[in-house]
Structures are given as structure tokens and as C-alpha cells.
């Protein structure tokens, strides 16, 4: 898998493919499925065919992970994750070189999630010049909060990479002006004040907190953290604009098997969590 930069021949990010993956889903009477896939782990190979398995599951917008060594918002299962991808040797390089492949074979919408330190260090130009070559169309970064994106956004806009922010039960009332102020792509919202990872309930004043984030936003809400059954997918599914699966599909694939095995068995749990996101 050669690096984005080589890539020459991956088209450049369209954010319009997060807008119409969203009208899509919501012409179907259905919310979007977000799917995380941990880029390298256990290996680049791997993590491109349960990204594709996604895809064929039927996921309207992939993120694929970039490991970091000090995540503050991965929770135990994408925490593992990390540090195989790590131990593997994984590099921000051959994560965005895996989206370009992704890329090369299909149109859903990709965001790269990770930290920004590595981001930094990888140089933030050559890094958003790079996520636009290898057609990446967002960034989500736990510890890149609006009020201190300024450039970084700025940046990534004029790119064509929008950047993502997250908002929590603990937002404040002037955090979430600032995130709706500065919203492209998408909303995310952490459904729980903790970190990532499949959960049997989630919180029960969910709804009322969805419904006055999605009359700020400007741009479709998501909600994240603890998604695990088709049944949280069903009761979800008509409160927020789009479901973010990550934790749960990290545990499938670092269950034993082979790659085969490994992507049907992705493919058979995203298709039945899409068949939940149905309205109607």
C-alpha cells in the first residue's frame, strides 16, 4: 500500500459526500450508520478489508482510527486497538495511504479520527494537503475543541476537509454555540461523560438532548459511545440524524479467524445494525 502523497491518482476530498450520504439515508427513512474501523490493527491489509466490508454492510460513512499511544477519548476495546495497530508499525502515512485505497474502491464518505499531536508532527499543512489527495472529507479529533481550531479549521476548510467537533452532556451552552458556529460535515455527539466502548444501556434523557442540539446545528447530528445492538440502533435511529458504531465492530475483528472470516463476520454485524436504522 503506497503513501497518500505517491497517491496521485486518488481523487480530491468533495465534502459534498457526507451531504448527500445524510439525504440519502434520510430520503430512505433511515439515519445514517457511521462505522470505525482502527486503521493497521491488526495490520494495513485487514483494517482496508473490514473498512470494505463496512462498506458492502451497507455503513453510509466510514472513520478509520489513527492509532496514538495517549488517546484521552478511546475507551479499553479501541485502546487495544491502538496499540497493536502501533505494534505493527502503523504511521499517520499508511493510514492515509489505507483511506486512498479505501477510496479507489468506493464513495462513502471517509473521516479519519484520531489526536492532533501526531497530526502536528506529521506538519499540518502536508497533513491536510495529504487527507485531501488520498480523499478524505473529515476530521474528527477529540482533543481539537472549537474555540482552539482556528487555523487548523481554517486550514482544513479551505482543503475541503471539514472538521468535526464533539459535544457532550457535560457542553456547555457557550460550547455548543462555538461548535454549531464552526459545523461542517456533521455533529458528534458522546452519548455518555466517559470514554468509547459497547455499553448494555445508554442514558435515558437522551432524546431531549439530542432534539435542542439538532435545533442549533446547522449540519446533521450523530450520536456515539456505547452503540452496540441492533436494538440500541432501532431506538436511536429516529433521534439523532446518523449512529456511530465503533467499539463493537474493534471487537469482532479481533475476535479469531481469518481475514475472510473476519470481514463476513463485519459484514453480516453492520448489515443487520443497518437494517435497525430504518424509521419506518
Known amino acids: 500500500m503506497s503513501a497518500a502523497r505517491r497517491s496521485s491518482a486518488a481523487p480530491a476530498a468533495a465534502p459534498d459526500r457526507i451531504a448527500r450520504a445524510f439525504a440519502t439515508a434520510r430520503e430512505r427513512g433511515e439515519a445514517a450508520l457511521v462505522t470505525y474501523v482502527m486503521g493497521g490493527d491488526p495490520d494495513l491489509v485487514t483494517s482496508l478489508e473490514m473498512a470494505l466490508a463496512c462498506v458492502r454492510g451497507g455503513a453510509d460513512l466510514l472513520e478509520i482510527g489513527v492509532p496514538f499511544s ?152 450523530v450520536i456515539g459511545f456505547g452503540i452496540s445492538t441492533p436494538a440500541q440502533a432501532k431506538a436511536l435511529a429516529p433521534l439523532a440524524d446518523g449512529l456511530v458504531v465503533g467499539s463493537a465492530i474493534v471487537n469482532r475483528i479481533a475476535e479469531p479467524g481469518s481475514r475472510k472470516a473476519r470481514a463476513e463476520r463485519v459484514e453480516r454485524y453492520v448489515r443487520s445494525l443497518k437494517r435497525a436504522t430504518r424509521r419506518r
Open 70 to 221: 495517549d488517546p484521552i477519548a478511546d475507551g479499553p476495546t479501541i485502546q487495544r486497538a491502538a496499540e497493536r495497530s502501533l505494534a505493527a508499525g502503523t504511521t499517520v502515512a499508511q493510514c492515509l495511504a489505507l483511506a486512498a485505497a479505501v477510496r479507489e474502491r468506493s464513495q462513502t464518505p471517509i473521516a479519519l479520527m484520531g489526536y492532533v499531536n501526531p497530526m502536528l508532527a506529521y506538519g499540518e499543512e502536508r497533513f491536510l494537503d495529504d487527507c485531501a489527495k488520498a480523499g478524505v472529507d473529515a476530521l474528527i479529533v477529540p482533543d481539537l475543541p472549537p474555540e482552539e481550531a482556528g487555523r487548523f479549521g481554517d486550514l482544513a476548510r479551505a482543503r475541503g476537509v471539514a472538521l468535526v467537533f464533539l459535544l457532550a452532556p457535560t457542553s456547555t451552552p457557550a460550547r455548543r454555540a462555538a461548535a454549531c458556529a464552526a459545523a461542517r460535515g456533521f455533529l458528534y455527539y458522546v452519548s455518555v461523560a466517559g470514554v468509547t466502548g459497547a455499553r448494555k444501556a445508554l442514558p435515558a434523557d437522551l432524546a431531549p438532548r439530542l432534539a435542542a442540539i439538532r435545533a442549533e446545528s446547522p449540519v446533521p447530528v
